[in-house]
């Protein structure tokens, strides 16, 4: 029997993240599942009618891509809700290594 303490450490409960880091991640999920929602129910209609210049025979029109304003929100409000959860994610990785730097294993 050890005089000093108990054989095993005492567990130490995980450490919880502070209020804003969760605010931002909950932001960030709102941002992309509604700037998903956004480009997805709201597809782009590439209908037109007439062409000014018509290409000749046996050639094929250019593909065109029509990008809607609600199509470029929502793009961008996911693009800014992945940028909110790597910023969420780097900072709990720095958090766990500590001020000092590397977290380096205990030697015995």
């Keep these: 029997m050890d005089s000093v ?8 409960p995980p450490r919880r993240p502070p209020r804003w880091w969760v605010v931002l991640a909950l932001l960030g999920a709102v941002l992309v599942l509604g700037g998903a929602m956004l480009v997805l129910l709201h597809p782009a209609d590439a209908a037109f009618g007439w062409f000014g210049d018509l290409p000749a025979s046996g050639e094929t029109l250019p593909a065109m891509t029509v990008v809607t304003p609600e199509a470029t929100a929502g793009w ?6 992945l940028v909110l959860w790597a910023f969420c994610a780097g900072w709990l990785l720095g958090r766990r290594r500590g001020p000092d730097g590397p977290a380096r294993p205990q030697r015995r």
């Design 5 to 12: 303490g108990p054989a095993t450490a005492p567990s130490v």
């Design 76 to 81: 961008s409000g996911v693009a800014a809700g």
